[in-house]
């Protein structure tokens, strides 16, 4: 009997656990006896100190994974693209002393492009700073070049970055003049619906291409929209 008294005793001290919170002695929270809530504790209302600076110890490390979690996702998610723009940046700065290289010819590096059909070439060029208006020894643009060719994704590319498709060579020939006198109807037809023209060229002297399209154009009636 007098055993059993001493184990209640000594649940009854490992229960009512005390720290000092705000200059108060707290129990801990809810203290029993043998199953029994203890009223009579004056402190029976106030905050659990203990339970809440294990609630504290406990969210450190969560908030640490979450913080360290946040970082990495930024990480993936900008990083590559910063280092994207500095590699662009880069192969762009290495190439300049080529890009602006000009030949005997007068060629720059975009007319060799232009002149390949290097359509990729062509807008890295562009992107570079290279004159989109720059002619040759024979005053030949890019888009003169890319046309006579037949280069049509060159001569899109050239003409969404702004390209004069008016400008004239030495003999005064547009690029649309220059791609019908090499038979590239394709380009012709994407110049004409650009706008381009052939800059007073006399209908007598026009090519048998643009000759053809024109006749063409003239007799296919307007699609109402």
Known sequence: MLAGQRNQQFTLSMRRRSSNYDGHTLKDCEPSFEGKTITESED???????RFNVDMVLDIPALAVAFFMALMLARFQFVPKLEDKARQAS???KASASDWAVDEFGCTAL??????????EVERLLQSGLDIEAKEAWEETPLHIAARKGHADCVACLLAAGANSE????????PLVLAAEAKQEEVCRMLLDSGA???GLPDKDLPPVLNQIFLERLL?????T
Do not use: F, I, W, Y
Request: hydrophobic fraction near 35%; charge should be negative; charged fraction near 30%.
């Open 44 to 50: 029976q209302g106030k905050p659990c100190a203990s």
């Open 91 to 93: 192969q762009a700065l």
């Open 111 to 120: 007319h060799r492009a232009a002149d390949e059909g290097n359509t990729v």
């Open 167 to 174: 400008a004239m060579d030495l003999d005064d020939r547009t």
């Open 197 to 199: 023209g052939v800059a």
């Open 220 to 224: 296919t009636p307007v699609k109402e």
